[in-house]
Nanobody
Framework: QVRLMESGGGLVQPGGSLRLSCAAS????????MSWYRQGPGKERELVASINSGGGRVNYGDPMKGRVIISRENANNTVYLPMNSLKSEDTGVYYC??????????????WGQGTQVTVSS
């Protein structure tokens, strides 16, 4: 059974830090690109960061660029997202996504349930 379990969310003051983790199971983690998305109240889901299957290529969405670093440990089936200098507008649910595209095949994609991040004084 495929499972993506996010953790590390919580309440933090503006300017603070959090470290999100996403533990994967039930599929071949090392073959999948991993991403973090977020969805703020009343907003659409948006990309925070992504990393390819081998970990050598990363991409960051504009909202948190320079304040987050995505990394992965294929040996532990886990992807990480430390976040710094958090702002109130970073409040939202943060989701982990796994995706694999093979030539000639429909892409496989899985989502976690999300972890709440609240930035407030």
């Amino acid at each position: 059974q495929v499972r993506l379990m996010e953790s590390g969310g919580g309440l933090v003051q503006p300017g603070g830090s959090l470290r999100l983790s996403c533990a994967a199971s039930g599929f071949r983690f090392s073959s999948y690109a991993m991403s973090w998305y977020r969805q703020g109240p009343g907003k659409e889901r948006e990309l925070v960061a992504s990393i390819n299957s081998g970990g050598g290529r990363v991409n960051y969405g504009d909202p948190m660029k320079g304040r987050v670093i995505i990394s992965r440990e294929n040996a532990n089936n886990t992807v990480y997202l430390p976040m710094n200098s958090l702002k109130s507008e970073d409040t939202g649910v943060y989701y982990c996504k796994a995706r694999r595209e093979l030539p000639g095949s429909v892409a496989s994609e899985y989502w976690g349930q999300g972890t709440q991040v609240t930035v407030s004084s």
